[in-house]
């Protein structure tokens, strides 16, 4: 059974550009969540989806959003980049309490 | 607010070496405790979930154990291979999906 996979594995971008992050999910399952990695925060929950339907949100500004489609592929999308933003984003699959996390993306603010 | 703290920060053990890693937790409800290995520049591995205070798992070299306010990640014999950041998380009972985790404990195993 195939893994998380997240696209693209790195990104370089600069303060005030947009980003978006892909991830598709394990076959089968319908939950798709995001957290952020950072040597500082360690890792913090952005949001999930379940059903194309964001269900839960963390303490993350506005300009962090997300969707996610009906084959259960989900995008996350960070407007207005910040150097702060600069971060390891995981996306993880999950199906009965389980989550799997994909290999993540590794995002450059500079 | 669920709130995870792990002990101690870095571990350094020689080939063989057995020890424990602590994961001390406060959740309104816990739905589950989950064990996660993460290498350098990866996404954090699947290891164990556990659910109810009591409860053991193992896997390989690894046995996870759950108290009501603890969890206890403990390595038998560890091999240089061993050698990771190990993430402890928990999910309450009003988080959705939500898991909330603590800062690792970085193991590193010397041959």
């Known amino acids: 059974k195939a893994g998380v996979t997240q696209t693209p594995r790195y990104l370089i971008k600069t303060r005030g550009q947009q980003v978006t992050l892909s991830c598709s999910p394990i076959?089968?399952?319908?939950?798709v969540s995001w957290y952020q990695q950072t040597p500082g925060q360690g890792l913090q929950f952005l949001f999930e989806?379940?059903?194309?339907?964001?269900?839960n949100k963390g303490n993350f500004p506005g300009r962090f959003s997300g969707r996610q489609f009906s084959n259960s592929r989900s995008e996350m999308n960070v407007s207005t980049l910040e150097l702060g933003d600069s971060a390891l984003y995981l996306c993880?699959?999950?199906?009965?309490?389980?989550?799997?996390f994909g290999p993540g993306t590794r995002l450059t603010v500079l | 607010e669920d709130q995870v703290t792990q002990s101690p920060e870095a571990l350094r053990l020689q080939e063989g070496e057995s020890s424990s890693l602590n994961c001390s937790y406060t959740?309104?409800?816990?739905?589950?405790l989950f064990w996660y290995r993460q290498d350098p520049g990866k996404g954090p591995e699947f290891l164990f979930t556990?659910?109810?205070a009591g409860e053991e798992k193992e896997k390989e070299r690894l046995k996870a154990t759950l108290t009501k306010k603890e969890s206890f990640l403990h390595i038998t014999a560890p091999k240089p291979e061993d050698s990771a950041t190990y993430l402890c998380?928990?999910?309450?009972?009003?988080?959705?999906?939500?898991?909330?985790f603590g800062e690792g404990t970085q193991l590193t195993v010397n041959p």
């Open positions: 993880a699959s999950s199906s009965y309490h389980q989550q799997f």
């Open positions: 076959s089968g399952h319908r939950s």
């Open positions: 989806y379940f059903s194309e339907t964001q269900r």
């Open positions: 959740v309104s409800g816990l739905r589950g």
């Open positions: 556990l659910y109810s």
């Open positions: 998380a928990v999910q309450g009972e009003t988080s959705g999906s939500r898991l909330t």
